[in-house]
C-alpha cells in the first residue's frame, strides 16, 4: 500500500459524530420514528444520515422491516465503537465548559422505585445541577420501556421483562409474599390475592409460582397503583408480592412455614437517552445507578 492509499484509508474512517448519534439513537430507540423523536429531527432526516453513515462505512447497519429495525452483524460491530466516540465527545464539551443550563430530564420510574429512590438523589443531584427540571413519570415497567423507546424519556428505571438493546442491567432484587402483620390470608383453602394489572411481571411470577404448586388461589383485587394493592393488603385481606425495600406499613414478609412457593429475582435496568449526553444528563444518571446498585436490597452484577 502506497502513500496515497494509505492517507485515503485514514480519512475514510473519520466519522461525523451527528451520524454516529443518529446511529446509536436508531439502535437502542429500535426505529427511524422514536430516534427522530430524541433527536428533535423529522424520521426522513435521520433516515438519510444512517445513508450517509453506511455509504461512508460500505456496510449496511440496520435490517429494515415493516415491523421493526434490526441492528446487522456489522452494525453490532461498530456500536461500541460509536458509544465510545461520543462519550470522548462528552467529556470534551464538559471539560470545555459546554454545560446547559435550565435542562429537562423526562425519568420514568414505577412509583415504588421513586418512592425508594428519589428521596436520596433529588436532593443530591440539586446540589450540581440546581437548575435542571425533573419531570417524573411513574408507570408499569412494560409502560415505561415502550415510552423510552418512542423517544418520551430520556431515562427509564424498569424491572425487566425482556431483552432490548437499550437496557443496562444495575442488579437484582428478591420478590417476597407479602401480608398484613396480624394476618394469615395464607390459611384458607383459596389464597386471595391483590396484584398488578396483565403485563406486571410480578404478577406473572406469582401466578406461574403458585400453577406450578397447583394452589388454589383468586385474584380478589387489581390496581395499577401502589396504593391500591396496599390497601386490602394491610386490611388482611389479600397478600400480594413486593421487593423487600417496598414492603408497605403494617406488614410482613411470609417466610417459608407459610407454604407458598419461592418467587426467584427479577433485574433491574436502566435505559438512557443514547447519543449525544449532556453533562447534567450523565450525572443524573450516574447517581441513580449508584443509589440503586448500593440499596441494601439490590444486588450489583457480577463482573
Known amino acids: 500500500m502506497n502513500g496515497s492509499d494509505t492517507n485515503h484509508f485514514k480519512v475514510s474512517l ?102 425508594a429512590y428519589l428521596p436520596e438523589l433529588l436532593p443530591r443531584y440539586a446540589e450540581s445541577f440546581p437548575h435542571t427540571r425533573i419531570e417524573v413519570i411513574c408507570d408499569i415497567s412494560e409502560t415505561l420501556v415502550q415510552s423510552f423507546q418512542e423517544g418520551l424519556l430520556d431515562v427509564a428505571l424498569s424491572i425487566r421483562h425482556g431483552p432490548t438493546q437499550s437496557g443496562h442491567l444495575l442488579g437484582w432484587e428478591p420478590m417476597v409474599w407479602v401480608a398484613a402483620e396480624d394476618a394469615d390470608p395464607t390459611r384458607g383453602q383459596t389464597l386471595p390475592l391483590a396484584l398488578n394489572p396483565e403485563g406486571c411481571i410480578f404478577r406473572a411470577h406469582a401466578l406461574t409460582a403458585l400453577g406450578k404448586q397447583a394452589r388454589a388461589w383468586e385474584l380478589r383485587y387489581s390496581s395499577q397503583s401502589p396504593t391500591g394493592i396496599n390497601l386490602p393488603v394491610q386490611a388482611g385481606l389479600a397478600i400480594t408480592v413486593k421487593t423487600p425495600r417496598s414492603v408497605p406499613a403494617g406488614c410482613r414478609i411470609l417466610g417459608a412455614e407459610h407454604g407458598l412457593p419461592k418467587l426467584g429475582q427479577v433485574e433491574i435496568e436502566m435505559h438512557r437517552r443514547p447519543g449525544h449526553a449532556s453533562p447534567a444528563l450523565e450525572v443524573f444518571c450516574q447517581q441513580l445507578e449508584e443509589i440503586v446498585t448500593h440499596s441494601a436490597d439490590v444486588a450489583a452484577p457480577e463482573l
Open 14 to 115: 473519520i466519522m461525523d459524530t451527528d451520524l454516529l448519534r443518529a446511529f446509536v439513537t436508531v439502535a437502542e430507540c429500535q426505529g427511524f420514528s422514536a430516534a427522530g423523536r430524541v433527536l428533535h429531527r423529522t424520521q426522513s432526516a435521520v433516515s438519510l444520515q444512517i445513508k450517509r453513515l453506511e455509504d461512508q462505512m460500505g456496510k449496511s447497519l440496520f435490517e429494515r422491516t415493516s415491523r421493526s429495525v434490526l441492528v446487522t452483524a456489522d452494525g453490532e460491530r461498530l456500536l461500541p465503537y460509536a458509544r465510545h466516540m461520543l462519550k470522548l465527545e462528552d467529556e470534551a464539551r464538559e471539560a470545555m465548559g459546554d454545560r446547559p443550563r435550565g435542562e429537562r430530564i423526562r425519568f420514568g420510574t414505577s412509583e415504588e422505585q421513586a418512592g
